[in-house]
């Protein structure tokens, strides 16, 4: 693990109950106002048997997505959250980082419908653990949905390029974050270093902040090949 990987992995052990919280009680505007619903929404537009909530934190997403029944597991590499996750559903959340995600078992799922990743690729390394992973975990055209920042507004008025940023993590309601590097990359990157895992594009949304109308996040959905 180098060192901003590290740090990254530090940041989400001190941040992991003030994150618990923001969640809970719904604090972070552009998830409230635009970016759970899309995320929701492009996942049951693919109708998945099951899903792999990858990087799952807190275990929102998941719990939306057992409640119509749909069948799946949440992995994160924070044990703190991961508890936090369990005081819901006990039995569906397991602290696996992605690199150990590949040989990672789930009982009776052997193939998953979907991953998810939900502002959850990180670090440089990330993106190729999840693809790869995808290979050993994904059914036949499975698909590998990330929900991100938008890299047009993230990336403000840095050079666009991909590279190493540092997080500007503004207070939320009441909590104070400990910052982390993260890996930004441009629209093409996300997309040509999929193609080079050997999946395609099938789908790409925008989400918008409903009064300004500027993108938000990005929505990407990979299918294996
Ligand atoms: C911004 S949070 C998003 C959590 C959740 N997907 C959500 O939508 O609320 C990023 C999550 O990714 C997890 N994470 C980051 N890098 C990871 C890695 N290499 N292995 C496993 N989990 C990781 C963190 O622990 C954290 O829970």
């Not at 992995?9 to 635009?34: G, L």
């Not at 799922?109 to 690729?121: A, G, V, Y």
């Not at 929900?147 to 009441?174: F, K, M, V």
């Amino acid at each position: 693990m180098n060192e901003n990987e590290q740090r990254i992995f530090d940041s989400w052990k001190i941040n992991a109950k003030s994150w618990t919280r923001v969640i809970h009680h719904q604090q972070i505007e552009s998830r409230a106002i635009a970016t759970d619903a899309a995320i929701i929404k492009a996942v049951k537009e693919l109708n998945p048997q099951t899903f792999l909530d990858v990087g799952c934190g807190e275990g929102w997403l998941c719990r939306q997505l057992f409640s119509p029944g749909i069948d799946g597991w949440g992995v994160d590499a924070c044990a703190d959250l991961i508890e936090a996750a369990r005081l819901y559903n006990d039995s569906r959340f397991i602290v696996c980082s992605y690199s150990d995600l590949r040989s990672q078992k789930f009982e009776n799922i052997l193939r998953f419908s979907c991953l998810i990743c939900n502002f959850s690729i990180l670090g440089q390394r990330d993106l190729t653990q999840i693809a790869e992973a995808g290979c050993h975990l994904l059914e036949d055209h499975g698909k590998i949905i990330i929900q991100t920042l938008h890299p047009l507004i993230a990336c403000g008025d840095a050079p666009y390029e991909d590279g190493w940023r540092e997080t500007s993590w503004t207070g939320i309601g009441n909590e104070v974050f400990h910052p982390a590097p993260w890996y930004f990359r441009t629209i093409e990157s996300w997309i040509q270093e999929f193609y080079g895992y050997n999946y395609r594009l099938l789908n790409l949304q925008e989400p918008c902040h409903p009064i300004t109308k500027k993108p938000i996040s990005i929505i990407f959905v990979f299918e294996r090949c």
